[in-house]
């Protein structure tokens, strides 16, 4: 089944939370990037948009607040092949009083194609209690911020279709 996927073009309106190159402990058996290095280089530029709104080691260990991962859903599109360069980009989709709906897309800048995405549903924590809490008004208003701008965006990625914030 086709996907109807957004252009490299298209996605770098979202700047790259971070990039890197394939490195050869990446590589699996069937001679390309391994899974579970792509799961963790979705989570690294995941953080690096956390920190960019305020959720970061300083607000963990003030604020005894942080982020778990509720539900994922990865979607593989193209192999990214050792050496090739990829950048990760995160759009913000949504946020409720205690959660936030995004996605995480990776692309391959060697041949130009998106690879996978990941889909998460995070909930905001206190770290003491080990439950949701709501997002402090900041935070929360940087999510926003972020969540209207990629709203704007002209084109979109395809969802799981099972996550959503129930408001």
């Known amino acids: 089944m086709k996907q109807n996927l957004p252009s490299v073009e298209e996605v770098d309106q979202i700047p790259a939370a971070c990039s890197t190159v394939a490195?050869?402990?990446w590589e699996d058996g069937n001679g390309h990037v391994n899974v579970a290095h792509f799961y963790g280089f979705h989570i690294r530029g995941a953080e690096e948009e956390l920190r960019r709104v305020g959720i970061d080691e300083a607000y963990r260990a003030s604020r005894r607040m942080g982020v778990f991962s509720m539900e994922q859903h990865l979607k593989f599109f193209d192999e990214v092949r050792i050496g090739e360069e990829i950048s990760v980009h995160v759009r913000w989709l949504d946020r409720g009083d205690k959660v936030f709906h995004g996605i995480s897309v990776i692309v391959n800048r060697t041949t130009g194609r998106i690879a996978n995405t990941l889909?998460?549903?995070?909930?905001?924590?206190?770290?003491?209690?080990?439950?949701?809490?709501?997002?402090?008004?900041?935070?929360?208003?940087?999510?926003?911020?972020?969540?209207?701008?990629?709203?704007?965006?002209?084109?979109?990625?395809?969802?799981?279709?099972?996550?959503?914030?129930r408001h």
């Open 23 to 25: 490195g050869g402990e």
């Open 119 to 165: 889909e998460m549903i995070e909930g905001h924590v206190d770290l003491t209690a080990r439950r949701t809490a709501p997002f402090p008004a900041g935070v929360a208003q940087r999510i926003d911020e972020q969540v209207a701008a990629h709203r704007g965006l002209g084109w979109q990625l395809p969802l799981s279709g099972a996550m959503a914030v």
